[in-house]
């Protein structure tokens, strides 16, 4: 085994439909497991206070039900330090989300990292009950974190019904004695884990267990929320970033060329004309899109002959292009690659990138953003043109209901509401949904999403809004001569001038790359 990165900010979360579960992740799962869950107590029949393992065909049992889930948490260098199984219940009207295990690398452990996997789990979701079983109160206290609601044993009585319906549908739950009542939540699982090692928690509030029992703990939405420290902000913030893919993921799913204003193909048309027009690139060049998407603007250059590369790290987006491209011919050509825009090396230059619609932007921090712009620069040859858009902060800043600097971020978001513009229409501008940091002018949403198979799920998305005097500033530290910067509108780009200060959402740049 790799050895282990200290760093706890380099850790990566992700979760995986069990549909698309491998057998070595599986596997990887169960070593980890095997490793470092626990040992048996003393009085197993035939391997007393011996290590506990775990098969990858025993492990397939945590997972019930065609709404599964694993949630991982790796090292940059890919190690796996931490796991959830997951799956959903739907009672009636109600979702009652469980975790069937959770096993986190001793050397990570009280450093939020199985809270922050459960989160991942769950995002910001408005399920009903989230609920786990464990002897280890450390797990329990994860829960609270994740869902930020305590347990509640007189909470726990009132919905035991709800609860009890979900336990049959776990196997190694199901059959089992359990105890609720207004002191303790406790059920027999005949597990005999030597508990020895860990320590207890006070106050504590599901009951004393004996050996072979665990805690059921639950959480209900309807509770009241509790409050995280600054710190514990933060990692859900930077863990809902690192799963921010699937925002993006669930938003291609939704079909947005369909459904999106915005990404109509028939704007493409319009916005080219004028692009083209300015930069006078001739039929035959080399184009560079990055954040191609669903490739709506590299498929309308390569009908006009040219020949392009499109980038994008959206699997549901490529193959939505790349289809679109096997039906439509073109005079010229067109390559859809899967990558991340800050970090893709291609080998190759172009006469022309572009980066259209908020893909500089879709990340909250400045040197993300501008690593977007760099790569993009780096692959443009000297002389070569740049067009780039972002979302304005001056629109967003003149509508905004609700504004909150660094100090006031949690009371604020808890104010906002919930929405699926993301996945519905894209139009993400919504002042009744979004909440403005007017110093950083960062913005923050909780975009829902319970399109196709994946788990209906609530998520923090945050993005990053520019002035026109910080975009010019970006290009300047990327070597780019700016040409053309303005207020645009989808569809209609040739309004771009600063000589109209009126805002609109989107800010169109034109820029040269620096000659050498």
């Known amino acids: 085994m790799p050895p282990i990165d200290t760093d706890i900010l380099s850790i990566k979360y992700e ?25 048996w107590s003393s009085t197993h029949p035939k391997a007393p206070y011996g290590p506990i393992r775990m098969s990858v065909n025993r492990l397939r049992g945590y997972l019930p039900g065609k709404d599964a889930w694993i949630a991982t948490a ?22 009652i989300s469980w975790v069937t295990q959770l096993v986190v690398h001793r050397d990570y452990r009280h450093r939020l990292v199985g809270s922050t996997i459960l989160n991942s789990v769950w ?28 347990c509640d044993t007189k909470a726990i009585l009132r919905s035991r019904r709800a609860v009890g319906k979900v336990l049959v549908q776990i196997p190694y739950l199901r059959n089992r004695p359990f105890r609720l009542s207004r002191s303790e939540s406790i059920i027999d699982t005949d597990f005999h884990q030597d508990l020895s090692g860990i320590p207890e928690i006070t106050p504590w509030p599901l009951g004393r267990i004996n050996e072979g029992e665990e805690w059921l703990a639950v959480t209900f939405h309807d509770q009241k929320k509790l409050q995280w420290t600054p710190s514990e902000l933060q990692r859900f913030m930077d863990m809902s970033g690192s799963i921010q893919r699937e925002a993006y993921e669930r938003m291609s799913a939704g079909n947005p060329q369909a459904h999106h204003a915005w990404a109509k193909p028939e704007n493409a048309e319009g916005e080219l004309d004028y692009l083209l027009g300015v930069i006078k690139a001739e039929p035959g060049a080399r184009v560079l899109d990055f954040g191609c998407g ?69 990340f909250p921090d400045d040197e993300s953003n501008t690593h977007i712009l760099k790569k993009l620069a780096q692959h443009v040859v000297s002389g070569g043109w740049i ?9 967003i800043r003149s509508r905004a209901k609700y504004v909150c600097n660094s100090s006031n971020i949690q009371m604020k978001l808890d104010a906002i509401k919930a929405s699926t513009l993301m996945q519905s229409s894209g139009e993400i501008f919504n002042p009744d949904c979004i909440l403005l940091d007017t110093e950083t002018h960062i913005v923050y949403r909780k975009e829902m999403f319970d399109e196709g198979s994946r788990l209906p799920t609530e998520l ?6 520019y002035t026109m005097g910080e975009l010019r500033r970006m290009c300047t530290s990327s070597g780019l001569t700016v040409e053309v910067c303005g207020f645009v509108k989808a569809g209609n780009f040739s309004l771009a001038s600063e000589n109209d200060q009126t805002p609109t959402k989107e800010i169109l740049v034109i820029a040269r790359k620096g000659l050498i």
């Open 15 to 39: 979760r995986i439909f069990v549909g698309n579960a491998s057998d070595e992740l599986l596997g990887e799962c169960a070593d980890l497991f095997s490793q470092h869950y626990g040992r």
């Open 74 to 95: 790796r090292l940059e260098n890919g190690v796996l330090i931490g796991y959830a199984l997951a799956a959903l219940f739907q009672k009636r009207a109600c979702q």
């Open 123 to 150: 995002g910001f979701s408005n399920h009903f009950a989230w609920g786990i079983a464990s002897a280890n109160p450390y797990a329990i206290r994860a829960l609270e974190k994740a869902t930020r609601r305590r």
């Open 294 to 362: 669903g490739g709506r603007h590299s498929l309308a250059l390569a009908k006009r002959g040219y020949h392009v590369t499109g980038v994008d790290f959206s699997q549901t987006a490529l193959g939505s292009a790349r289809l679109a491209a096997e039906k439509e011919g073109s005079p010229g050509s067109v390559e859809f690659i899967e990558a991340d825009c800050r970090s893709v090396e291609l080998n190759k230059q172009f006469n022309v990138g572009i980066c259209l619609y908020d893909v500089i932007g879709s």
């Open 387 to 395: 067009v780039f858009s972002v979302m304005s902060f001056d629109f």
């Open 460 to 465: 923090i998305v945050r993005d990053r809004r």
